[in-house]
């Protein structure tokens, strides 16, 4: 969804009235220009509260969440191309056990920095097993 320009702008200008400060980094989110308020929070016009990366560590989780995200729906639409295929259950079964464990650990680490809303990150729906 793209973000409304006009209503980041104004977002950003409500910032500086309130005596924020624009900053080089951007939001790992949206990419939108930092600002930090005075008494020290760093906020995205858009997302709010942001964690900015202190460490190199935290780059690499981030690295790591985007890498992970890309690999749920990689393997999500493996899985479905080789469902339509008529592939073997083992064939299924390999990139269904890279899906899990892509959504286990993006489940352990935070997958989302929006400190406002605080949804429960995994949305594990039980889909029905097709075995046999
Ligand atoms: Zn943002």
Known sequence: MPVN????????????????VMLE??????????????NGDI?????????????????SIIEAESVLR???????????ELMSNGSTPEDIGRWLLILEKAVEIGGN????FSSSSQHEPSQ????GKEGS
Not at 43 to 59: Q, W
Not at 109 to 112: D, I
Not at 124 to 127: E, F, L, T, V
């Open 124 to 127: 594990r729906k039980s889909q």
């Open 5 to 20: 320009s006009d209503d980041l702008v104004r977002k950003m200008a409500r910032l500086m009235q309130r005596g924020a």
């Open 70 to 80: 890309e690999l749920i729906g990689y393997s999500a639409g493996k899985i479905k």
């Open 25 to 38: 980094e951007t939001c790992p989110l949206c990419g939108s220009p930092l600002f930090r308020l005075p």
């Open 109 to 112: 680490m935070r997958l989302s």
């Open 43 to 59: 906020v995205c016009p858009i997302h709010g509260k942001i964690k900015i990366v202190s460490s190199d560590e935290e780059a």
